[in-house]
């Protein structure tokens, strides 16, 4: 069983930033591209950002292209989401997931392992 834990959420004010980390448990985390989704309040979740198995592909949301980098250290087990520029529409959970494959999708039925959250509060 793969366990995924975010951290890094927190309050920060409009222009700031933040660094969100996930930690996956398990020796496969390279076979395996990763994902960050969020879902804000009232709002169904939707797709942030993409990362391939080795980091080599990205892709994402147009919301956030620009200000938001993703990254991964496969030695470490981690995915990265450094958020730049942050705007109150930024408000959200913050989920990261991992794919089922190792080129990953914007699509969450692609994903079958997910964290439990972190909420990021962008105040104006």
């Known amino acids: 069983q793969v366990q995924l834990v975010e951290s890094g959420g927190g309050v920060v004010q409009?222009?700031?930033?933040?660094?969100?980390?996930?930690?996956?448990?398990?020796?496969?985390?390279?076979?395996?591209?990763?994902?960050?989704?969020?879902?804000?309040?009232g709002k169904e979740r939707e797709f942030v950002v993409r990362i391939n198995r080795d980091g080599g592909s990205t892709n994402y949301a147009d919301f956030v292209k620009g200000r938001f980098t993703i990254s991964r250290d496969n030695a470490k087990n981690t995915v990265f989401l450094q958020m730049n520029s942050l705007k109150p529409e930024d408000t959200a959970v913050y989920y990261c997931a991992r794919a089922t494959t190792g080129w990953g999708s914007p699509y969450q039925y692609d994903y079958n392992y997910w964290g439990q959250g972190t909420q990021v509060t962008v105040s104006s």
Do not use: N, V
């Open 14 to 41: 409009a222009g700031g930033s933040l660094r969100l980390s996930c930690a996956a448990s398990g020796r496969t985390f390279s076979s395996f591209a990763m994902g960050w989704f969020r879902q804000a309040p």
